[in-house]
């Protein structure tokens, strides 16, 4: 059975940092691309940034992410970080982790066709 579970979300000040992480069963996260989205209230969802399969080997960000996150893929533990750094008010959102095959689309930062979703972790960027 397929799951994806996020975590480490939380509420921390402008300019912190925090780690999410996307643990994944009944796949090898090696095998699938794996991309993190978000939803601000009132807004659609957008993806911040998505990394490939092994074989594909691309790493996205979006524009308004790019610079402060970082995304990584630990094998060994079958789970994809995203590192959230210098962290804005305007990155509060749920942040959800998506799998799927690798794909290459004109949407950008999207590297996976979206199969298998996680229930989201929320993040709030708050003084």
């Known amino acids: 059975q397929v799951q994806l579970v996020e975590s480490g979300g939380g509420l921390v000040q402008p300019g912190g940092s925090l780690r999410l992480s996307c643990a994944a069963s009944?796949?090898?996260?090696?095998?699938?691309?794996i991309g993190w989205f978000r939803r601000a209230p009132g807004k659609e969802r957008e993806g911040v940034s998505c990394i490939g399969s092994v074989d594909d080997g691309r790493i996205l960000y979006s524009d308004s992410v790019k610079g402060r996150f970082t995304i990584s893929r630990d094998t060994a533990k079958n789970t994809v970080y995203l590192q959230m750094n210098s962290l804005r008010p305007e990155d509060t959102a749920v942040y959800y982790c998506a799998a799927g095959p690798s794909v290459v689309t004109p949407q950008w930062p999207i590297c996976v066709m979206t199969k298998y979703w996680g229930q989201g972790t929320q993040v709030t960027v708050s003084s």
């Open positions: 009944g796949f090898t996260v090696d095998d699938y691309a």
